[in-house]
């Protein structure tokens, strides 16, 4: 019998792009990280909802629904819970400034530190330009991404018979193609510089499914990833700094939690 894991308490705790609807995802890992976390604060950073999946096809099951019960229950226990919609839940902003059960739905807000920095908190696809201008090019890109997931089951299938780790195929293109690097580049640059005119100090963001922290463009920049792949997060600890996690299955099934950075902003003061 697996012993029970210890929870451990920090003050914010940032998830984005969980796409409920899209079959290959990661719920049950972001049900095992939630039950393992406890934050004054959540963030829902947009995406955590499919809405172009579930228009196409409808799937639900029933892990769903505990995931938004953990939620749910949270929230009523004292955690603020913020959600932010993103393009793919963006039927959501039509909700934005009410709330449902105990959890607030805004466009995007301002975090604020055990430090006093500040952080503007928003999905991204409002900095997108394809979203924003060519939306049938979005979803072209949504096909060939999932197109991408279910050629990456077929590969790993393969690697796990001989013995080897999961290797994602999109995220080696996000890393490895000029152009994918490249708009990952100019994504980077708008929200900075949307940061640098908000006056605050840093900025939170998901929508691209690259999950980074990191200060290049003179202002801290933070990126929470996905759960479709990546199972990533972002938390803030008790002391004011951030770390970049990474939740994943061990071979024998059982998750497990590496610090992939963290960085402590305290002698950014």
């Not at 900025?203 to 691209?208: L, P, S, T, Y």
């Not at 996905?226 to 970049?244: H, K, P, R, Y």
């Not at 059982?254 to 610090?259: D, G, N």
């Amino acid at each position: 019998m697996n012993e029970p894991r210890e929870t451990r308490h920090v003050r914010a705790l940032f998830i984005s792009d969980v796409h409920l609807g899209m079959k290959p995802i990661r719920v049950g890992q972001l049900i095992d990280f939630l039950r393992a976390h406890e934050a004054d604060t959540i963030y829902l950073v947009g995406d955590i909802v499919d809405g172009w999946r579930l228009a196409k096809t409808w799937h639900w099951p029933s892990e769903y629904n505990v995931l938004v019960q953990i939620l749910l229950d949270k929230a009523n226990a004292g955690t603020r819970v913020i959600y932010l919609p993103g393009n793919h839940d963006e039927f959501l902003r039509e909700y934005l400034g009410t709330y449902f059960g105990e959890i607030e739905f805004v466009d995007r807000t301002v975090h604020t530190t055990a430090q006093g920095k500040t952080y503007l908190v928003i999905h991204g696809d409002q900095f997108d330009v394809v979203v924003m201008n060519a939306k049938w090019l979005a979803h072209v890109g949504d096909w060939a991404y999932n197109l991408a997931l279910r050629v990456n089951i077929a590969i790993n299938w393969v690697r796990r018979r001989l013995g080897l780790q999961y290797w994602s195929l999109s995220s080696w293109a996000k890393q490895k193609v000029k152009n994918a690097v490249s708009v990952i580049g100019r994504f980077e640059e708008a929200l900075v510089y949307e940061a640098k005119q908000s006056g605050v100090d840093g900025v939170i963001c998901g929508h691209i499914h690259f999950a980074d922290m990191h200060d290049r463009l003179g202002i801290h920049y933070i990126n929470t990833g996905d759960w479709v792949e990546s199972c990533t997060a972002i938390a803030e600890t008790e002391d004011g700094s951030f770390e970049l996690i990474k939740w994943t299955e061990m071979a024998a099934g059982e998750p497990r939690k590496f610090r992939l950075r963290r960085q402590d902003r305290s002698a950014a003061s």
